[in-house]
């Protein structure tokens, strides 16, 4: 029956799957390769669809047990996709590194080179870019300055090529960082770090991630250079500073994540909607200090919009004064960490502004489970009414979302199947996964999608 599907159809049916569609060069026999094996109407269309050929995955990284024809088969099929995807935007993935350490064979290095001169001959056309590149890779990238005319967003750590470019090219005569000058449409950017002596134009950027940066010295004049930015993501700042430099305008910034509650004063953001903080630089048991909550209060204040609060605290009492000041219109709340069930009953007694709540999201250990599922069936035997929802003082909460490390006691998973039943019984939907140790600092961070 599919091959009597009109080409206009099969079309549609393909491009259904545009925002997922990803070729991955790599792996040859994986999604959607095979789209184009159904049956010959469907190929036709499937060969004859730029769109289809513009979205790639090049991880020369995955493949590094590979032989040379191997190499081989991935540069003619880059050379295929460049071909068929004709000047259509292209979105890119490459990851290149450690293809060129260890005692990887020379002729697979000057092959992956090939497929990287190959890319960058079509810069004109790179609308997405993931780069994960070797140092030595840098001269051959660096071609694409002013060849970028319809980059939108780049995510990248470029902040090690100012310590490795050294042995590639004169630094006296050209300053690699200039290469995203005349990137007009860049609006969307996540660095390792950012650097001001960078030569980029700030002030169309919608999204800044940045994984860690040394000092604020290096952020605010930045940020003062941004106009419509809208998300904001500073993963580390390692050093404070002692300055106290004036607060930064953001006016359209929506979603803010920030590693300290000590220079959260610094940014006013009267639009946003969703925070996400840490407790970095603040000492641990700070939790009564005047200047803290007079800090935290302060900013609260000008965040009316705030909807969605999501917290990393070193101690549980780091939570109570973030907890205590949310503002009133807040309807997601997110903890991260240890001791849950003790911020949650703390939210439940003394902040009332809280008990409308529509969203809670745990991030914990396992072992944190059974407090959790203790706590929670008390607060539903308060509830037994039969026209009153939610539970405890969280009246109108309809999903609780539960993210966990396991321990090695498989016996933990009755607790989470006894703490769905009852939060089910409550008509408040449950959504659990397992994490594991090394994602557990990373699942609450805002994703950035380059593609």
Not at 195 to 205: A, E, L, Q, V
Not at 265 to 287: C, Q, V
Request: hydrophobic residues 40%; proline residues 6%; glycine residues 4%.
């Amino acid at each position: 029956m599919l091959q009597f599907l009109a080409n206009e159809l099969i079309y549609e049916i393909l491009r259904h799957f545009l925002p997922e569609l990803q070729l991955s060069v790599a792996e040859f026999d994986v999604f959607p390769w095979y789209l184009g094996q159904i049956c010959s109407s469907w190929r036709t269309v499937f060969i004859s669809s730029p769109q289809f050929w513009s979205t790639l995955d090049i991880n020369i990284d995955a493949c590094l047990e590979e032989e040379l024809p191997y190499h081989d088969s991935i540069f003619e099929l880059v050379q295929l996709a460049l071909k068929r995807s004709n000047g259509y935007p292209l979105s890119l993935s490459i990851a290149m590194h450690w293809v060129f350490e260890g005692d990887t064979a020379a002729t697979i290095r000057m092959r992956t080179k090939d497929i990287l001169e190959m890319l960058v001959a079509h810069s004109m056309s790179w609308r997405d870019l993931h780069l994960v590149l070797h140092h030595s890779c840098y001269p051959t990238l660096y071609r694409a300055k002013d060849q970028l005319p319809v980059l939108r967003s780049i995510k990248a750590p470029l902040t090690t090529f100012k310590f490795t470019i050294l042995q590639q090219i004169r630094w006296d005569s050209i300053n690699f960082q200039d290469i995203f000058t005349n990137a007009t449409q860049l609006t969307r950017v996540h660095f390792f770090a950012v650097k001001i002596y960078w030569s980029i134009n700030w002030s169309p950027m919608t999204v800044i991630h940045l994984v860690s940066v040394t000092s604020l010295d290096e952020v605010i004049p930045t940020l003062r250079q941004t106009s419509a930015l809208e998300e904001l993501v500073i993963g580390i700042i390692h050093n404070p500073g002692s300055l106290s430099p004036a607060p930064v305008h953001l006016p359209f910034l929506k979603m803010l994540y920030f590693p300290t509650l000590m220079l959260l004063s610094l940014l006013h953001t009267p639009r946003l909607e969703a925070l996400y903080i840490r407790n970095d630089h603040w000492p641990d048991g700070s939790d009564t200090d005047p200047l803290l909550i007079t800090t935290l209060s302060g900013y609260f204040s000008t965040v009316p919009n705030l909807r969605k609060l999501a917290i990393y605290p070193h101690d549980a009492r780091d939570a109570f004064p973030m907890l205590k000041g949310a503002p009133n219109n807040t309807r997601e709340l997110a903890l991260y960490g240890h001791l849950i069930s003790k911020q949650l009953t703390f939210a439940a007694e003394n902040c009332p502004q809280l008990h409308n709540l529509k969203i809670i999201s745990i991030e914990t250990r396992s072992h944190e489970i059974p407090y959790l599922l203790g706590k929670v069936k008390t607060w539903a035997q308060e509830r037994q009414s039969a026209t009153e929802s939610g539970i405890g003082p969280f009246k109108n909460l309809a999903q609780f979302s539960l993210d966990f490390v396991p321990d090695n006691n498989c016996g933990i998973l009755k607790p989470v199947e006894r703490l769905k039943r009852v939060l089910e019984k409550q008509g408040i939907k449950f959504v659990s996964r397992t994490i594991t140790e090394s994602n557990m600092n990373s699942v609450g961070v805002p994703p950035f999608n380059v593609l």
